[in-house]
Every structure is written in C-alpha cells, then in structure tokens.
C-alpha cells in the first residue's frame, strides 16, 4: 500500500491511503507466500522480495517483484535450486539497477547472500555466495554497507534449544562478488551477554555518520526482566560502547 499525509474529516494528521494492492497470499495448505523485506531505488521503482512454498521444488523458493509507484506489477522472478529451500529477507539497492539481498540457505541454516539486476526487461542473479556459520542455525541476518564497500552482518543464532547469541561479521564486497572459493572475512565474532540468560535476538545494525557500527539486541535475562542492549563497534570489531537499557 501506499499512504500520503493528510487529514481526516475532523482535521486530524491520518494517513490516506493512495493505492493499495494484493500481490501474493494464494490459499492453501502448500501454496504460501511471505514477504522479507521492501525497497525503492532511485528512480522510484519498488522492489518486494520474499520466498514460498507455491509450486516449489523444494519446502521453499525465494521469489522478487518489481512494481511502479502506482502499484502495477512491472516484473515478477521465482528462483529455485536443487537444496532444501531458501528465504530471501533483506534487500538492499546500489544504483546501476542492482540489487544486494541476503537470506537463509535451509539446507544447512547458513547466511546466503547474492546480487540481482534489473536489465530493462527481466530481474537476473549475478550471483549468490552461501557463508558458512559455525555455532548453529542462521536466523533473521540483515547487512549493511559502508562507504568503502565492505558488509557488515547480523544474524541471530539458534541452537536448537535457545536464540544464544547474534553473529556479527565483516567481509569486503569483492570478496563475494569475484566468487573465491575461500572468502577472507576481516572479523567473525559471536556476541553475547554476560551471566545467566534466557534468549538473546538481535533488533537490526546501522552505520553510523563517523562509521560506526550499531547493533541493537533484545535479551531476555527472565520473564519479567527484558532489556535492550545497544553497542558501537569500531569499523574493526572493537566494542566502543555497551549500553543496557
């Protein structure tokens, strides 16, 4: 949907709805579609990813959409592969029509990350990269990219009993888009909180305008005790600052 500020009838703030569209949601005990994640590029084009089980070959496919800034679907792929399924959750545009994304490979519950462009008629992959996480099954992993092109990634980790920690790793872009078959991370670490814990997710990460990265985490230290815990690294991994909240 697409909203623009305005007022209702007695002259309060609301937002009105300027189109509004359905674009997935097939019925059916097999036939499911989610979103991950939704983002525009600059030449207002949105782009909407997600995965399903619709006619999969596997439990799962991931799929991506392009749409105009009126709602009308302009190009639609679903991409399958041989393994147990994938999810695509995040997005994110780097100009030239392209497209970074990240997500889970269910074959192993690893990181997957890859690059779609959009060629004027079709939505291509140039790539995707699976990255090894030892420790446990990848959840929920978002990035983020600094200037000098280097990701940044969180992900919450699960060990089949508990969400006990969030992985956070850098890596250089071209180590990815090259292919190696060994990529060099510049850090890998766990982060975790100290003493006793129920379960730890992480809330997202940003950089910030001296290039600083921020991580937000939600720990559950009991049922009646949740705090947010917020800390800057430095561009190398070095914890700056932990705040609990």
């Not at 959409?65 to 592969?81: H, L, P």
């Not at 420790?135 to 990219?145: C, E, H, L, S, Y």
């Not at 992900?155 to 078959?181: E, H, R, V």
């Not at 890998?188 to 001296?210: C, M, R, W």
Request: proline letters at 2%; one cysteine or more.
């Amino acid at each position: 949907a697409k909203y623009e500020s305005g007022y209702d009838n007695a002259n309060a703030p609301e937002g009105i709805v300027r189109w509004q569209k359905e674009i997935a949601g097939v019925s059916g005990a097999t036939r499911r579609d989610y979103a991950g994640d939704i983002y525009m590029d600059d030449e207002q084009r949105v782009y909407i990813c997600g995965w399903t089980d619709t006619n999969a070959v596997d439990a799962y496919d991931i799929w991506v959409m392009q749409i105009n800034n009126t709602g009308d679907v302009v190009e639609k792929r679903k991409f399958a592969s041989n393994s147990e399924g994938e999810r695509m959750e995040q997005l994110h545009y780097i100009g030239n029509n392209k497209m970074l994304w990240c997500g889970v490979d269910q074959d192993n519950n690893d990181l997957i990350f890859g690059e779609m462009e959009y060629d004027g008629a079709n939505i291509e992959l140039n790539y995707v990269k699976r990255l090894a996480i030892s420790g446990g099954d990848v959840k929920r992993p978002r990035f983020q990219i600094d200037e000098y092109n280097d990701l940044f990634f969180i992900c919450d980790m699960w060990n089949g009993t508990k969400f006990y920690g969030c992985a956070f790793l850098k890596i250089a872009l071209n180590q990815l888009s090259t292919n190696p078959t060994t990529p060099t991370y510049y850090f890998s670490k766990l982060i975790q909180p100290t003493g006793t814990y129920e379960s730890v997710n992480h809330a997202g990460i940003s950089i910030d305008v001296f290039g600083n990265v921020v991580i937000a985490t939600d720990v559950k230290y009991s049922d009646n005790d949740l705090q947010a815990v917020v800390m800057s690294f430095k561009y190398d991994g070095t914890l700056l600052k932990s705040t609990n909240i």
